[in-house]
């Protein structure tokens, strides 16, 4: 009997103990689990963050990419046109397959870049469309309501004028590029009858207007010279 009671005795403290350490055990493996767990969502974060981070370098590199095809495309001078202008003026020369250079040039000497002016022979605007033969720009513009000192309906009128200007004088059978240029410059400036005129009184091709849009021009084209 005491045997019995003896070894149900060392039974019990066995058990207890080995519930002392399964409890230690699974409270160990219930630790590491929190441990494995926070590490987990530490991790899960670090790579969400990691992922933003990423999506915000792949944005920034874009626009990079962007600005680097937009500054091959475009471009700009040190002039008194915003960037915005100056892109949206040499979209309509691309179009119309006239050099930028030549009509920024031509700007200069009619406005000085100013779209509000007003001239004592009634012409107004960027490109000084003579008020008088407005609606015929307009029309070869394709602007029903325009108005000249709008740089945009200014900008279209005046390349507009220049472009049926070398449209005509090519129809005419002037093809040398030279002489070309003297027609158009000229042409616009004086009208084609009144260039005609000039050309027969005085034999030339060349006028001061032409010679100071070509010395714009160059001056232009090298400013742009690294």
Not at 126 to 148: K, R, S
Not at 187 to 212: A, E
């Amino acid at each position: 009997m005491k045997k019995v009671t003896v070894m149900l005795a060392i039974a019990t403290i066995l058990l207890g103990v080995n519930n002392i350490q399964l409890n230690s055990i699974v409270r160990v493996k219930d630790e590491n689990i929190k441990i494995i767990e926070i590490d987990n969502n530490r991790l899960t974060q670090q790579l969400e963050n990691s992922n933003i981070e990423l999506v915000k370098y792949k944005n920034i590199v874009n626009s990079f990419n962007d600005i680097n095809v937009k500054s091959n495309y475009y471009v700009y001078y040190d002039i008194p046109l915003n960037i915005n202008e100056q892109e949206y003026m040499q979209d309509l020369c691309n179009q119309n397959d006239l050099s930028y250079e030549l009509v920024l040039a031509v700007v200069e000497l009619e406005s000085g870049y100013n779209k509000n002016l007003l001239s004592p022979t009634n012409d107004g605007g960027l490109f000084q469309i003579n008020l008088g033969y407005a609606d015929f720009y307009a029309q070869l513009a394709n602007l029903e309501n325009y108005d000249v000192y709008n740089f945009e309906d200014s900008c279209r009128m005046g390349i507009a004028g220049l472009k049926y200007y070398k449209n005509y004088w090519i129809e005419q059978g002037v093809t040398d590029e030279e002489t070309l240029y003297f027609y158009i410059l000229n042409s616009y400036n004086m009208g084609v009858n009144g260039y005609i005129s000039y050309i027969r009184m005085t034999n030339q091709l060349s006028r001061s207007y032409d010679r100071l849009v070509s010395n714009y021009k160059f001056e232009l084209e090298q400013s742009n010279i690294d």
